[in-house]
């Protein structure tokens, strides 16, 4: 069994829809929980970062982490085409530079 | 400008050769890092170098060796290539001090045929 699970998907919705996008882990020394965002051919972009359990905004992106379920989530809200991407979680035990341990991705379309 | 760069993008070559490819940072970082993502997607660590030093090594064949000539370079070479190896590689770097984010490279896509 893999540290970080993740639905491969793929997962297509209409443009405006709103997306959850999951991850599961079983290290319950992950403090540290990003999302990555890579689009076909490019190398991934961090999107949102956040620390210990609770919820972060920023614009349409959300990103809720819930420790004691060991379980985070991905929101993106009013989606455009241009989201269309694959979707990696990533999760670390110590700030800094200790190693990312990374889901599978979520590939998503959002259909015009 | 750009942040992360690898060379060579796609590399396509036979069975038992040696390669290398070769990654450069100008952000500043202190701290760079290869990856390994395999067909499904999966992102993996493989090494890690602060400042030239070697602080992350997973469980990879001794045929990968990294080398780090200055905290702006690190390079993977490869030895006795084989099917398994045929992957995309990505490098990336930060800075150990913060802000946390790794930037990543745009890959070098190794087909071993």
């Known amino acids: 069994q893999k540290e970080v699970e993740q639905d491969p998907g793929p997962l297509s919705v209409p443009e405006g829809a709103i997306v959850s996008l999951n991850c599961t882990y079983s290290?319950?020394?992950?403090?540290?929980f990003m999302w990555y965002r890579q689009y076909s051919r490019k190398g991934p972009e961090l999107l949102m970062y956040?620390?210990?359990?609770g919820n972060k905004e920023d614009g349409r992106f959300t990103a809720q982490v819930d420790k004691s379920s060991k379980y985070i989530s991905l929101f993106i809200r009013d989606s455009q085409p241009s989201d269309s991407a694959t979707y990696l979680c990533?999760?670390?035990?110590?700030?800094?530079?200790?190693?990312?341990?990374f889901g599978t991705g979520t590939r998503l379309t959002i259909i015009p | 400008d750009t942040a992360v760069s690898q060379t060579p993008k796609y590399l396509v070559t036979q069975m038992g050769n040696d390669k290398s490819i070769k990654c450069e940072q100008n952000?500043?970082?202190?701290?760079m890092y290869w990856y390994k993502q395999d067909s499904k997607k999966f992102l993996k660590i493989m090494f890690s170098?602060?400042?030239?030093?070697?602080?992350i090594n997973e469980t990879v064949p001794n045929r990968f060796s990294p080398k780090s000539p200055d905290k702006a370079h690190l390079n993977l070479h490869i030895n006795s290539l084989e099917l398994g190896d045929s992957a995309v590689y990505f490098c990336?770097?930060?800075?150990?001090?913060?802000?946390?984010?790794?930037?990543f490279g745009p890959g070098t896509r190794l087909t071993v045929t």
């Open positions: 990336a770097s930060s800075q150990m001090t913060g802000p946390y984010e790794q930037y």
């Open positions: 290290n319950s020394a992950f403090q540290y």
């Open positions: 956040t620390y210990s359990s």
């Open positions: 990533a999760m670390s035990a110590d700030f800094g530079n200790e190693k990312l341990t």
């Open positions: 952000l500043g970082h202190d701290t």
């Open positions: 170098y602060n400042n030239k030093e070697l602080i």
